[in-house]
């Protein structure tokens, strides 16, 4: 695995304990908490995430500073990107602390940015694509394709053979008609049977469209069998934005049945894929109870891999967005009520399709703005001569173009007066963002992005 020296070097090393004290901690976790080394990790981590956070506001304002919107060429003023690297490389880090025997392969439908799939290739990680376009992004990194899996259960024919062609060997299947394609056109690839699994409290659902069901999981198995097909695994996906950490318990029961069942039918599978689905916020907890129901139900000579899409990069992506249009929205009944519309120059349509496609609700925040709220923590002292209300004052926030349900924000309080020319900012933008974008009206999906990295062991990947 081609890794920087320091990706395991203990003081390096974090676990985040917060999701374990209010919970029934197994006695695995409590030894975690206990752990001082650790316990120090965590404070580094937060340490980390506050100087980038720094680091990206710097980088945001240098950006806007150099923008003039009264003078500039067409979309010099467009929306941007910056992307820290070094919040994907502590991610990283963070997964293997916690899934070490887990092999990520990144989920490129999440974000295809060429320098994040770079940098998952330096940090040894595979990929899994569901396309020609993406098996191509994936191997453009230089990797090996045994690093590949194409991760979808209904492909296109010409898309099979063209992975035959390339010896992108590992595909998932999950119903009969995707076998007998397989037979004709790539009867050596290696097969994962991707089975259901109860998704009912995932963000984004799943399980109506891909998977087997148990029940047919058998007959599956004796008709690969009888094809003479390569079956190597089973794979899985609790869906994306996963909230309930048991359904990748019972996930893992269910492929262990389908292992012993495939062994009764001939067949000695040896990795199983437990998918995508980990989030930020949860992933120390959905970890611990992933890593318990493996240890559990997989001895260790089964190669566990997974498709982590969101995980990695939702955090690493700000966006920036200017402000090209402003409504004034009185109230004559109740001036407290007094409101502006602000129109951005991305919207639904635009990097804000998370909003759409994956029930995001992304926060604005203030990068410039005509006057500071007084007592607000961006107030810089001139505030004290400020007419405006210490409480902050209320904007919905609309993107570009002329359809009514490009709205990014229906109420949003900001402490400060926002006008034509300003910029906000919303951080969180990394996963399923940009990729699902469109160019709607006539704006562009082709937004810069600004890379940089707040972890040495980033730079030291990737050169930056
Ligand atoms: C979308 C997808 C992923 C990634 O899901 P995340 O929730 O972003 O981790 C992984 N595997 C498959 C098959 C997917 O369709």
Not at 16 to 30: E, F, P, T
Not at 40 to 47: A, S
Not at 151 to 175: E, H, L, W
Not at 350 to 359: L, P, V
Request: glycine residues 6%; hydrophobic residues 40%.
């Amino acid at each position: 695995m081609v890794m920087a020296p320091s990706v395991l070097a203990s003081d390096e090393v974090y676990v985040s304990n917060n999701h374990y004290n209010n919970d029934h901690s197994s006695s695995k976790d409590s030894k975690l908490v206990s752990n001082t080394t650790l316990n120090h990790g965590v404070n580094d981590l937060y340490k980390a995430k506050l100087a980038s956070k720094d680091l990206v506001f710097e980088v945001l304002k240098k950006r806007v500073a150099s923008i003039n919107v009264d003078r500039c060429e067409p979309g010099e003023e467009d929306a941007f990107y910056v992307a820290d690297m070094g919040e994907i490389y502590r991610q990283h880090l963070r997964w293997k602390m916690n899934l070490g025997r887990v092999k990520p392969f990144y989920a490129v439908k999440c974000n295809p940015d060429p320098e994040i799939l770079r940098l998952m290739a330096k940090l040894g990680n595979g990929f899994d694509c569901a396309s020609k376009a993406e098996i191509d992004l994936a191997l453009q990194t230089g990797v090996d394709p045994s690093r590949i899996i194409y991760a979808q259960p209904c492909k296109t024919k010409s898309y099979i053979r063209y992975a035959a062609q390339k010896g992108v060997k590992q595909m998932t299947f999950d119903n009969a008609d995707e076998l007998y394609k397989i037979k004709a056109d790539f009867p050596d690839a290696e097969l994962y049977l991707r089975i259901l699994t109860d998704d009912s409290t995932s963000l984004c659902r799943l399980s109506m469209k891909f998977g087997a069901s148990l029940d047919v999981a058998r007959s599956l198995l004796e008709l690969a069998r009888q094809l003479e097909l390569n079956v190597v695994g089973v794979s899985f996906h609790v869906g994306s934005g996963a909230e309930d950490p048991k359904a990748f318990l019972k996930a893992v029961q269910d492929a262990r049945w389908v292992f012993d069942q495939a062994a009764e039918v001939g067949y000695e599978l040896h990795t199983l894929d437990v998918g995508g689905g980990f989030c930020d916020e949860t992933f120390e907890k959905f970890a611990a109870i992933l890593s318990q129901a493996l240890d559990t139900y997989f001895p260790a000579q089964v190669r566990i891999i997974a498709e982590p899409g969101r995980y990695y990069v939702a955090g690493a992506f700000t966006l920036a967005a200017n402000v090209i249009a402003r409504r004034d929205v009185r109230d004559p009944k109740d001036p407290s009520r007094d409101a502006y519309m602000l129109y951005l120059n991305d919207g639904v349509y635009g990097n804000f399709s998370n909003i759409i496609f994956d029930h995001q609700h992304p926060v604005a925040q203030i990068l410039t703005c005509v006057e500071t709220c007084p007592g607000s923590s961006d107030s810089d002292g001139s505030s004290s001569t400020s007419s405006l209300s210490s409480s902050g004052i209320d904007y919905s926030i609309w993107g570009p173009t002329c359809d009514g349900i490009d709205v990014i924000t229906e109420r949003v309080t900001l402490p400060g007066l926002v006008d034509v020319g300003d910029w906000l900012y919303f951080e969180n933008m990394g996963a399923y963002t940009r990729c699902s974008a469109t160019r709607f009206n006539g704006f562009t999906d082709n937004h810069d992005v600004i890379y940089i990295s707040s972890e040495t062991g980033a730079s030291a990947l990737l050169d930056y």
